[in-house]
């Protein structure tokens, strides 16, 4: 059975701030400080600095203890965690203190919850994504908490899934440095057995750069190649830049690549 009940009622909103940086002594040793930058969208927080108990005393942050769940309702809205440790905060988010001594829910099901439901609170309307919400609006949001039995179970089999596909994403990047390593293995050896070479200069009628300044571009025309649009063995025509035809007409035939020439890049 499952039990409806708006955030506002078993929690109290607590909010953050964001000591004088130009201040030093309100920095260093102390609290560790972050703002919502520093969460991951999977929830994870990776602080930077640290504010001291001068900083904390002459700003609007909080110290919240370890397990507590944040809510980013400003800048960066929609992302949640779960602190590994007693925190400060920025103004850009709420803190959810329980209002009773025995809460009735698991942190990390509340956790998985909330951002679950921000991800459709941050889209309102016809998908016209908001840039904020009020602590009445936090407060107004209805959660399930089934039985702790049920919250765990689901907490448990969310974490399941999670470190399986974090294992697939492992083996997916793997895969692709070992494709890369293939690749110029191949190379390696379609070209070892060579015992004639030459220099490039003495088979290419030239070889030149192109244009330094970037010429007028016109809606259609000439394709004019860009770094961005050369691929590994590819030409990627999105985003494509034109000139018109008199400029090309007018610009020396060595800096016009023709069907079957080879492009390499310098830079990039």
């Excluded at 700003?59 to 960066?76: F, I, K, L, W, Y």
């Excluded at 293939?182 to 030459?198: H, W």
Aim: a positive charge; glycine letters at 8%; one cysteine or more.
């Amino acid at each position: 059975m499952r039990e409806q009940i708006r955030l506002g009622k078993i929690f109290t909103l607590v909010g953050g701030g964001t000591p004088s940086t130009s201040k030093e002594k309100y920095w260093g040793n102390g609290v560790p400080w972050f703002s919502s930058a520093d969460i991951s969208l999977d929830g994870k927080i990776s602080c930077r600095r640290a504010v001291t108990p001068l900083g904390i005393q002459n700003s609007t942050t909080n110290v919240v203890p370890a397990q507590t769940v944040v809510v980013v309702t400003r800048v960066g809205l929609g992302k949640v965690a779960k602190l590994p440790c007693d925190m400060c905060f920025s103004q850009d988010m709420q803190a959810l203190r329980p209002i009773s001594q025995t809460p009735p829910y698991n942190e990390s099901f509340l956790m998985y919850q909330l951002s679950h439901i921000m991800s459709h609170v941050k889209f309102q309307g016809r998908g016209t994504t908001i840039s904020g919400i009020t602590k009445k609006q936090l407060s107004d949001i209805v959660l399930f908490l089934p039985p702790i039995v049920e919250q765990n179970r689901i907490v448990a089999r969310i974490e399941e899934l999670s470190s399986q596909l974090d294992a697939s994403v492992n083996e997916l990047k793997t895969a692709k440095e070992r494709l890369k390593v293939y690749r110029q293995a191949v190379l390696k050896e379609a070209f070892s057995p060579c015992s004639e070479r030459s220099t490039l200069g003495s088979i290419c009628r030239h070889i030149t750069d192109g244009d330094h300044m970037p010429p007028p571009k016109a809606k259609s025309g000439i394709p004019f190649i860009m770094i961005s649009n050369v691929n590994q063995n590819k030409i990627g025509w999105t985003n494509t830049a034109f000139v018109n035809k008199e400029y090309y007409d007018a610009i020396d035939e060595k800096r016009c690549p023709q069907n079957g020439d080879v492009l390499y890049t310098v830079t990039g």
